[in-house]
């Protein structure tokens, strides 16, 4: 059972740059290109917060 593809989110966008992606065909696709040297700072959907670490461990 894949639980964690029902979560991921379908869109995120940078609160910092503007970049904005869309998950498309299991990887993001670039929708607004933002500031290259930004440290993204993901805001998704507006609730969804990534865990990135923790689905690791
Ligand atoms: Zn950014």
Redesign the pocket.
């Known amino acids: 059972m894949t639980g964690t593809e029902l979560r991921r989110p379908a869109e995120r966008s ?6 904005r992606e869309t998950w498309a065909d299991g990887g993001w696709r670039v929708r607004a290109v ?2 290259v040297f ?4 993901w805001d998704i959907n507006g609730s969804f917060a990534p865990l990135r670490l923790a689905d690791d461990a």
């Open positions: 940078c609160e910092r740059c503007g970049r933002g500031e930004c440290v993204h700072e």
